[in-house]
C-alpha cells in the first residue's frame, strides 16, 4: 500500500528548459523559485541601471517576480525566450517608476559598458580616462529608449531579437536604432572633441 501512495519524485529543477519550469512553476513553487534563481541577478541589473538606486532596483525586482508568480498561469510560448516576458515586467515596473516620480530617465552607465563599446565599436574607442567619461555623457545624453537599447544590448548581452520582444519592434527595427545610435554616439563624441580643441 505505502507504494502506491509515495508522492512522485521532483525533477532535478536545473536541468530543465525555461519552458519546463514555467509549465511546473503553475502549480510548483519550488520550479518558480528555480526561475527566481536564473533570472533574480539579470533583472536586478536591468532595473538598476534603469534607476540609478538600489533600494529602488531591490524593490522594483522583488515586484517583477511577484507579478510573475502572480501571473505565470497565463504565459503562454509565443517562440520567443522566456526572459523576454520578465524583462518586459521589468520594463512596465521602471517605466511607472519612472512616471510616478516624473523623473528624466538618466543611467548610470559604468566601466562595463564603456568596454562593450569599445570592443563593438573601436572607431568610438575612450582611451585615456577623461575620453570614457565623455563617452559615457554622451551615452547620458541620448533618449531614454537608446539608453535601454545599450543596457540590454552590453549589460544584459541580449540578442537583438531578445531585445525586439522585449522593446515591442522587429529585430529589424532594433538593429536600425542600434545603427542609428552608434551614430549619434560618434556623431556626439566629434562635436565634442571639437568644442575641446577651439577651448584650448
Known amino acids: 500500500m505505502s507504494f502506491f501512495s509515495r508522492k512522485p519524485k521532483k525533477p532535478n529543477y536545473k536541468d530543465l528548459t525555461d519552458l519546463e519550469l514555467v509549465e511546473l512553476a503553475k502549480d510548483d513553487q519550488d520550479a518558480f523559485g528555480e526561475i527566481y534563481e536564473r533570472y533574480v541577478k539579470k533583472i536586478y541589473n536591468y532595473i538598476y541601471y534603469r534607476t540609478s538606486n538600489q533600494h529602488d532596483a531591490e524593490d522594483l525586482t522583488a515586484r517583477v517576480f511577484y507579478r510573475a508568480m502572480n501571473h505565470i498561469k497565463n504565459y503562454e510560448d509565443k517562440g520567443v525566450p522566456f526572459q523576454a516576458w520578465l524583462y518586459r515586467i521589468a520594463h512596465n515596473l521602471v517605466a511607472n517608476w519612472h512616471r510616478d516620480r516624473g523623473r528624466h530617465k538618466i543611467i548610470p552607465l559604468d566601466e562595463f559598458v564603456a568596454t562593450s563599446l569599445r570592443s563593438e565599436a573601436p572607431d568610438y574607442a575612450a582611451e585615456s580616462n577623461e575620453e570614457q567619461e565623455q563617452l559615457l555623457a554622451a551615452i547620458r ?40 545610435t552608434l551614430i549619434a554616439l560618434r556623431d556626439d563624441l566629434q562635436i565634442q572633441e571639437m568644442t575641446h580643441r577651439k577651448a584650448k
Open 141 to 180: 545624453r541620448l533618449p531614454p529608449e537608446r539608453q535601454q537599447l545599450l543596457i540590454l544590448k552590453f549589460v544584459e548581452q541580449l540578442s537583438n531579437a531578445e531585445i525586439g520582444e522585449i522593446m515591442n519592434r522587429t529585430e529589424g527595427a532594433i538593429k536600425s536604432l542600434y545603427h542609428r
